[in-house]
T-cell receptor
Framework: NAGVMQNPRHLVRRRGQEARLRCSPM?????VYWYRQLPEEGLKFMVY????????ESGMPKERFSAEFPKEGPSILRIQQVVRGDSAAYFC????????????FGPGTRLLVL | QKEVEQNSGPLSVPEGAIASLNCTYS??????FFWYRQYSGKSPELIMF????GDKEDGRFTAQLNKASQYVSLLIRDSQPSDSATYLC????????????????FGKGTLLTVNP
């Protein structure tokens, strides 16, 4: 049973470019969460999605960041016009519908903004 | 106000000893508590979860929860060098805004070093 998959594992962007991060949840999991880990900081919640619905985006920055989880395909976290402060590890987690808070993490995408 | 607090460490123990990791949380209504292990440069790995007061054992790991004191701990028996990692405490805090109670709030983690 494959775990949570994320790609790319590493992403380099120049300031002003767009970053697209993808996440495929574990089989049978219908809840997807995105977290960000800045250097020397803890994991911070960004957004919680179910298929075609954003359930909680209280941790998302107000501008430039968006997320979706379409009916078909992976969840996407999109960062427009990236800035150096966006450099971080972005982790996706998924959970089964019966225990939404029991979350399993993917390998993460390390974003570096030059 | 910090919602989940951990001692950042580093906590250093000799091989074979018991490592004790502690975590406190602010929301008295919290229901679910998790311990993740994170090796340097890797993603968090779920190792224990606990919902009820008391102890929960799984192999060399024991999670302890005291809701009255708002305290959760992780004990690692017979510590091995391979246990050297950062241990993250995570809590499903009730009362968060946003209409969902599934998001986790993490402490900053405790770095554990097990010396051979």
């Amino acid at each position: 049973n494959a775990g949570v998959m994320q790609n790319p594992r590493h992403l380099v962007r120049r300031r002003g470019q767009e970053a697209r991060l993808r996440c495929s949840p574990m089989k049978g999991h219908s809840h997807v969460y995105w977290y960000r880990q800045l250097p020397e900081e803890g994991l911070k919640f960004m957004v919680y999605l179910q298929k075609e619905n954003i359930i909680d985006e209280s941790g998302m920055p107000k501008e430039r960041f968006s997320a979706e989880f379409p009916k078909e395909g992976p969840s996407i976290l999109r960062i427009q016009q990236v800035v150096r402060g966006d450099s971080a590890a972005y982790f996706c987690a998924s959970s089964p519908p019966s225990r939404g808070e029991t979350q399993y993490f993917g390998p993460g995408t390390r974003l570096l903004v030059l | 106000q910090k919602e989940v607090e951990q001692n950042s460490g580093p906590l250093s123990v000799p091989e074979g000893a018991i490592a004790s990791l502690n975590c406190t949380y602010s929301d008295r209504g919290s229901q679910s508590f998790f311990w993740y292990r994170q090796y340097s440069g890797k993603s968090p790995e779920l190792i224990m979860f606990i919902y009820s007061n008391g102890d929960k054992e799984d192999g060399r790991f024991t999670a302890q929860l005291n809701k009255a004191s708002q305290y959760v701990s992780l004990l690692i028996r017979d510590s091995q060098p391979s246990d050297s990692a950062t241990y993250l405490c995570a809590v499903n805090l009730l009362g968060n805004s946003g209409g969902s109670n599934y998001k986790l709030t993490f402490g900053k983690g405790t770095l554990l070093t097990v010396n051979p």
